[in-house]
T-cell receptor
Framework: IAGITQAPTSQILAAGRRMTLRCTQD?????MYWYRQDLGLGLRLIHY???????GKGEVPDGYSVSRANTDDFPLTLASAVPSQTSVYFC????????????FGPGTRLTVL | DAKTTQPPSMDCAEGRAANLPCNHS???????VYWYRQIHSQGPQYIIH???NNETNEMASLIITEDRKSSTLILPHATLRDTAVYYC??????????FGAGTRLTVKP
């Protein structure tokens, strides 16, 4: 593993189903983030974690949950998917602190029908 | 939160300098200006950031006006691979980074 990996690459999901998007980083970064990007728009922050064991809400947290049991992993869960959650999801990490640059994963394309 | 304004699109000839402007008139004293880009459907890529001095790295230069109300990202010799959406971001409190719509730069041969 080098950098940030996300799984799956893409997924088609029936509405009402539960789904967990996985994100793993091997850079020992303290902070991790989840964003969604809808067609033609910029990224919007869903949740973040400044360090293992802590999480916080971003701009659009409703319908999503996260956990940070260890430094490397930051899964994003949709408890009951809805079509409006169709989007591309990007995970990112940074050393932490207000001014560190973020490194992004390749993204997961999720379609909820 | 400081807001940024960027033109929706720009063109640049291959080999020429690309100058991408950004307005951030409400920026506060301790907020940095960041630039990222997103090539096609890939994850965003960090380019450069600065507080008040001009900055340069292997990818680009960042020019911030003295009053800090605007900045310009300069790609000195644009190539076709620089075609991307470029985001100017002012870093807000506690790690939040707000991406706007950005500027779609098209480098033409």
């Amino acid at each position: 593993i080098a950098g940030i990996t996300q799984a799956p690459t893409s997924q088609i999901l029936a509405a009402g189903r539960r789904m967990t998007l996985r994100c793993t980083q091997d850079m020992r970064h303290n902070a991790m983030y989840w964003y969604r990007q809808d067609l033609g728009l910029g990224l919007r922050l869903i949740h973040y974690s400044n360090t293992a064991g802590t999480t916080g809400k971003g701009e659009v947290p409703d319908g999503y949950s996260v956990s940070r049991a260890n430094t490397d992993d930051f899964p994003l869960t949709l408890a009951s998917a809805v079509p409006s959650q169709t989007s591309v999801y990007f995970c990112a990490s940074s050393l932490g602190g207000r001014y560190n640059e973020q490194f992004f994963g390749p993204g997961t394309r999720l379609t909820v029908l | 939160d400081a807001k940024t304004t960027q033109p929706p699109s720009m063109d640049c000839a291959e080999g020429r300098a690309a100058n991408l402007p950004c307005n951030h008139s409400t920026i506060s004293g301790n907020e940095y200006v960041y630039w990222y880009r997103q090539i096609h459907s890939q994850g965003p890529q960090y380019i450069i950031h600065g507080l008040k001095n001009n900055e340069t790295n292997e990818m680009a230069s960042l020019i911030i006006t003295e009053d800090r109300k605007s900045s310009t990202l300069i790609l000195p010799h644009a190539t076709l691979r620089d075609t991307a959406v470029y985001y100017c971001i002012v870093r807000v409190y506690n790690n939040d980074m707000r991406f706007g719509a950005g500027t779609r730069l098209t480098v033409k041969p």
